[in-house]
């Protein structure tokens, strides 16, 4: 088990911002770092990913532009960094962990059966955004 924490949800009007914090148990440098959410009655939906070894990122298209996922090794966490919130971002935000792989598998990580591709989650942070 690799346990991980987020925090930083709460509730924003739509164009706020907010910025979600994951601290990791273990050493993360090495490791892809994951952003998602879930919205209810819906599957869960990756949205950010980092390959922590060269910080290469990749985002779906719909946060792209929007949200900035980052990490800091030294504190073992990693962060996303939301701006222009709307009402569909509205969900249960969760961060995970992979340890194998490349900077390529872990940007494919990011589709698919996410709960498949990466074995640790923390228990998430809610996001609401009203209009």
């Known amino acids: 088990q690799v346990p991980l924490v987020e925090s930083g949800g709460g509730s924003v009007q739509a164009g706020g911002s907010l910025t979600l914090s994951c601290a990791v148990s273990?050493?993360?440098?090495?490791?892809?770092l994951g952003w998602f959410r879930q919205a209810p009655g819906k599957e869960r939906e990756g949205i950010a990913t980092?390959?922590?070894?060269?910080?290469?990122?990749t985002y779906s298209n719909s946060v792209q532009g929007r949200f900035t996922i980052s990490q800091d090794s030294a504190k073992n966490t990693v962060y996303l960094q939301m701006n222009g919130l709307q009402p569909d971002d509205t969900a249960m935000y969760y961060c995970?962990?992979?340890?194998?792989?490349?900077?390529?598998?872990?940007?494919?990580?990011?589709?698919?059966?996410?709960?498949?591709?990466?074995?640790?989650w923390g228990q998430g942070t809610q996001v609401t955004v009203s209009a």
């Open positions: 995970a962990i992979r340890s194998a792989g490349n900077a390529w598998t872990c940007a494919a990580a990011l589709q698919g059966r996410v709960e498949k591709n990466f074995p640790f």
């Open positions: 980092i390959y922590a070894p060269d910080t290469r990122t």
């Open positions: 273990k050493y993360i440098a090495s490791a892809c």
